[in-house]
């Protein structure tokens, strides 16, 4: 990957969806991610996306991946407090023979009642 | 099964001297990643190691070095520690292969907490 960004921060009130976005610049991505990370822990795999796909439905969890506009975002619906964490989104490509995820900088979804 | 283990677990050590970071994988993963955590840079990949070798390298500075053992346990080492190497160090692991039908997943430790006074 070369360049992922997301935003920074999210707040959001227990029981609604939220929605964390992320773009990247890799054109030849193969696979996309989102890691989560809770505090004093290491990061954990949420879900992830095939490029070829450009939905995909896990339980609360749906990611849409646009490829054209290089566009990624992840929907926890009725989000509740155990949901307050990092997200980080990443993406891997084989170019250069690197199989290398490049995480974007992580959004702290915080949830208050 | 057991997760992947980082020791130690928090550090402090003052500027100019060295510390070395170890990370154990999960049993039958060979790659081992390194990858620094700070608030103001996010997650920046350090190296890759897979049956002893480097595989990848991020682009930090030659203080900062790797190794990996026949066991596929890693170390990591930084020396003359700057200030702004206080960091978390997570290692993560995965399962061998490349190539699509891998997806690739990284199985990451709890991470070092190194500060540098």
């Known amino acids: 990957g070369e360049d992922v960004e997301q935003s920074l921060f999210l707040s959001v009130r227990e029981g609604d969806s939220s929605v964390i976005n992320c773009t990247y610049t890799?054109?030849?991505?193969?696979?996309l991610y989102w890691y989560k990370q809770e505090p004093g822990a290491g990061l954990q795999l949420l879900t992830y996306i095939f490029s070829n796909m450009d939905m995909k439905q896990d339980q609360r969890l749906t990611v849409l991946l646009n490829k054209k506009d290089k566009h990624l975002s992840l929907r926890i619906a009725d989000t509740q407090t155990g949901d307050s964490a990092i997200y980080f989104c990443a993406d891997r490509s084989g170019a250069g023979g690197s199989y290398i995820p490049t995480f974007g900088r992580g959004t702290s979804l915080i949830v208050h009642p | 099964k057991a997760g992947v283990t980082q020791t130690p677990r928090y550090l402090i050590k003052t500027r100019g001297q060295q510390v070395t970071l170890s990370c154990s994988p999960i049993s039958g993963h060979r790659s081992v990643s390194w990858y620094q955590q700070t608030p103001g840079q996010g997650l920046q990949f350090l190296f890759e190691y897979f049956s002893e070798t480097q595989r990848n390298k991020g682009n930090f500075p030659g203080r900062f070095s790797g190794r990996q053992f026949s066991n596929s346990r890693s170390e990591m080492n930084v020396s003359t520690l700057e200030l702004g190497d206080s960091a978390l160090y997570l290692c993560a692991s995965s399962s061998p292969g490349q190539g699509d039908a891998n997806t690739g997943e990284l199985f990451f430790g709890e991470g070092s907490r190194l500060t540098v006074l």
């Open positions: 890799d054109s030849s991505s193969t696979y």
